[in-house]
């Protein structure tokens, strides 16, 4: 039988040295929860009983996977899904659906600088505007037929009373003095009709004195020759004002020999229509100058000598002219001509 081997007692060194390990592991780990019990969030503890962790996922943006197409939203939806705060007001709708116009946006064009609109009594009307034009045109009013007599007689160069000078073209007619109206037919196309049937058109350049009868035109030998020989005489004729498109492209003006600051007389040249009325503008306003029986509108005191000029026509139409220096004897281009009609 073997006899058995007893294991000789520690010493004293080493049961304290295996008793003391223990002791300070338990103390570490009572350090270690005394200083988590101290922390301000309760050692990671949300106050919800959440952790951490939790919290922090709760407020990034999350797609829910598991929701079907189409189907709505919960009212518990993260702030990914929710409809963002508007801050500013949106701008009203006007009463067409559209936005209103911010104080910047292009200003609507007046309907006054493309056709006047009719007035409360009626002004605008094709009556009324019938009306003002017979009042503008005096005797020869546009549409109207008159009848008379064709004679004739030698132009020479085609200057004559409405003071146009030389013409290069001879067809060209005098008109009696009554219709002639203190220059007021001058430059005024006419559509010449005879019995015979044939026609043509002249221009008004001259006055035909009494005892010339109202309706009578005195035409030019080139233009009586083209109605009938020139031998008849005396020629019964009808016939109508033009407004022609064989116009001059542009009118011209044309100041009077001795027009200064302190006097001028003004005429207009190649209008297509005949003219009604011209005006200057003064410091005042506009101010209508009176006709002479030689085609000149005068200023007797200077009025708005070489300055902006409106002129109108028997149909109403007015044109402002501005630039025409103060040129006697000058014929100078504008860039307006009247309407055809």
């Not at 003071?163 to 001058?186: K, R, V, W």
């Not at 100058?289 to 085609?295: A, E, G």
């Amino acid at each position: 039988m073997k006899a058995t081997k007893h294991a000789a007692p520690l010493s004293s060194r080493s049961r304290r040295l295996a008793l003391g390990i223990p002791l300070a592991v338990i103390a570490v780990g009572a350090l270690v929860c005394l200083a988590l019990a101290l922390l301000p969030d309760g050692g990671g503890v949300v106050d919800a009983g959440m952790p951490a962790g939790a919290s922090v996922a709760a407020t990034e943006p999350s797609t829910p996977t598991d929701t079907p197409p189409g189907a709505a939203v919960p009212a518990t939806a993260t702030p990914s899904t929710a409809a963002p705060t508007v801050t500013s007001p949106a701008p009203s709708p006007s009463a067409t659906g559209t936005p209103s116009p911010s104080a910047t946006a292009s200003p609507r064009p007046s309907v006054t600088t493309t056709s006047p609109s009719p007035s409360p009594s009626g002004a605008g009307s094709p009556r009324t505007a019938a009306a003002a034009t017979a009042s503008l045109a005096g005797r020869i009013k546009p549409g109207a037929s008159y009848q008379g007599v064709a004679t004739s007689y030698d132009a020479a160069d085609g200057n004559g009373a409405c003071s146009f000078g030389p013409s290069g073209d001879l067809m060209i007619a005098a008109m009696n003095h009554t219709d002639y109206e203190t220059s007021g037919a001058c430059g005024a196309y006419v559509l010449v009709h005879a019995a015979n049937g044939t026609s043509i058109t002249v221009r008004i350049v001259n006055d035909c004195p009494l005892p010339c009868a109202p309706g009578q035109l005195d035409l030019s030998h080139e233009a009586f020759a083209k109605l009938a020989d020139l031998s008849v005489g005396r020629l019964p004729i009808t016939w109508t004002l033009l407004s022609p498109g064989t116009a001059p492209a542009t009118m011209s003006i044309r100041y009077k020999t001795g027009s200064s600051q302190w006097w001028c007389g003004i005429q207009v040249i190649g209008h297509r229509n005949p003219v009604a009325a011209l005006e200057v503008r003064t410091g005042g306003g506009w101010r209508q100058l009176s006709r002479t029986d030689y085609n000149y509108f005068l200023s007797p005191d200077g009025s708005g000598c070489g300055g902006p000029l409106r002129i109108t026509d028997i149909f109403g139409e007015q044109l402002t002219v501005d630039g025409i220096a103060v040129r006697p004897d000058v014929a100078q281009p504008t860039r307006v001509q009247f309407a055809r009609h």
